[in-house]
C-alpha cells in the first residue's frame, strides 16, 4: 500500500526539489502541497510549485495552496528570491498554461480539508516553518487523529544554529526563529515528530562534486532540473558561510522513502518562544520526545535521489 504524504513547503530550492522527489517515489501518493511565504515570496513559489507538478507529477491532480500565515522573524531577502528563478526555469515552462490547480482554501484550511477528507491517516512533510500546522491545529483539534506523523527539518541541539540576525544569539534553526510560537504549539500536540535537525542535515552539503555529476548525467531530465536548480544556491567550497547551501529539506523528504538513510533516536526537548533564544530547540527531561535525526549516510542519500531523480 501506497503512503499517504502531505507537503507544506517554503519555496526554496531544496523545497522545490522535494515536491520533485515525492512525486517520484513509487510508494508514496502525495495528496496536497500548501506553500508558506517564510523563505520564498509566495507567487514564484505556489507557480513553480504548480509547473514541477505538471512536468513531473506523471498526470497525477494534486491541488496546491497557498498560506495567508504570516511569520515573527523574516528570512533574508536574497534567499527569498531564488523561487522566481526555478519558477523561470526554460523546463518548467515548456508547456504553458498550467494545469495544476490552485485551491481557493488557505494552506492551514486545505491541510485541514485534505485529513478530514481521507480515510487513511497521512504522513505530514514540513520542509518551512510550522506556521499553517500549528493554526490547523487550534481550528480544528480533530486531525490529530489523522496525523500518521510529522516529519519536520527544523530545530537542532547544536551549540550553534544557522541563525545570523541582530538581537539573536545564533543557537537557532531558521524554520523554528521564523515562527518560534507554531513550535511550541506543535510540541504541545500529541502527534508523533521525527525531526530532521542540523546535526544530519549538515552532513549533506552542496559540494562541487555532486554538482559535476548531476552535470555528467544531464541527459535524463530529472538529473538536468536537480542541476539547473541547484546552480541557484552556493555550494560549500572553501569553508562554511551564512549562505552555504545543504540539501536539509531533500534529506527530510528522503526520509519518507527511505528510512533506512538515517538514524534516529528519542529525545526529550523544550523550546524557546522569545527572547534572544528565540527558535532554540533545548534537550530537557520535562520536555516532549521527538525522534531526533542525527546521522545520514551521505553518499547512499545522494545515490538515492539521483537514481529518483533518472525516473522522472
Ligand atoms: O534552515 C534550513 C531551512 C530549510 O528548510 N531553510 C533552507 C531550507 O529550505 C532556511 C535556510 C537556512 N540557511 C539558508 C536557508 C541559506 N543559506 N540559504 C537559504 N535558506
Ligand atoms: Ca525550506
Not at 539573536?168 to 518560534?180: I, S, V
Not at 552539503?205 to 538536468?224: C, I, M
Not at 541557484?232 to 551564512?242: A, E
Request: glycine share 6%.
Amino acid at each position: 500500500m501506497k503512503k499517504k504524504v502531505y507537503l507544506n513547503h517554503d519555496g526554496g530550492v531544496d523545497d522545490l526539489v522535494s515536491l520533485f522527489l515525492l512525486l517520484q517515489m513509487d510508494d508514496v501518493d502525495l495528496i496536497g502541497v500548501g506553500v508558506i511565504p517564510a523563505d520564498c515570496y509566495l507567487e514564484p513559489a505556489v507557480s513553480a510549485s504548480r509547473k514541477i507538478i505538471d512536468r513531473f507529477g506523471k498526470g497525477r491532480r494534486i491541488e496546491v495552496s497557498a498560506s495567508n500565515s504570516r511569520g515573527k522573524n523574516p528570512f533574508p531577502k536574497d534567499w527569498r528570491m531564488h523561487a522566481f528563478v526555478v519558477d523561470a526555469l526554460p523546463i518548467l515552462n515548456e508547456h504553458l498554461p498550467v494545469k495544476t490547480p490552485l485551491s481557493d482554501l488557505p494552506a492551514h484550511k486545505h491541510l485541514i480539508e485534505s485529513l478530514r477528507n481521507s480515510t487513511e491517516k497521512i504522513t505530514l512533510v514540513f520542509v518551512g516553518p510550522l506556521t499553517d500546522l500549528a493554526r490547523a491545529l487550534e481550528e480544528a483539534p480533530d486531525i490529530q487523529g489523522k496525523i500518521e506523523k510529522l516529519a519536520w527539518m527544523g530545530g537542532t541541539f547544536l551549540e550553534m544554529g544557522n541563525v545570523e540576525e541582530p538581537e539573536h544569539d545564533g543557537t537557532a534553526e531558521w524554520n523554528a526563529f521564523w515562527d518560534p510560537e507554531a513550535v511550541k504549539a506543535v510540541w504541545d500536540s500529541n502527534i508523533q515528530i521525527d525531526l530532521v535537525a542540523l546535526e544530519s542535515t549538515n552532513m549533506v552539503p552542496l559540494t562541487l562534486d555532486v554538482r559535476n555529476h548531476w552535470a555528467s548525467e544531464r541527459k535524463y531530465e530529472g538529473v538536468d532540473f536537480l542541476g539547473q536548480s541547484y546552480a541557484v544556491v552556493p555550494p560549500l567550497v572553501h569553508f562554511q558561510t551564512n549562505s552555504t547551501y545543504f540539501l536539509w529539506d531533500v534529506l527530510t523528504t528522503a526520509t519518507v522513502g527511505r528510512d533506512d538513510l538515517v538514524k534516529k533516536k528519542e529525545v526529550k526537548s523544550i523550546v524557546y518562544k522569545d527572547g534572544p533564544s528565540q527558535g532554540k530547540t533545548e534537550l530537557s527531561e520535562s520536555g516532549r520526545a521527538v525522534q531526533l535525526v542525527y546521522e545520514a549516510d551521505r553518499d547512499a542519500f545522494f545515490t538515492y535521489i539521483t537514481e529518483l531523480a533518472k525516473q522522472a
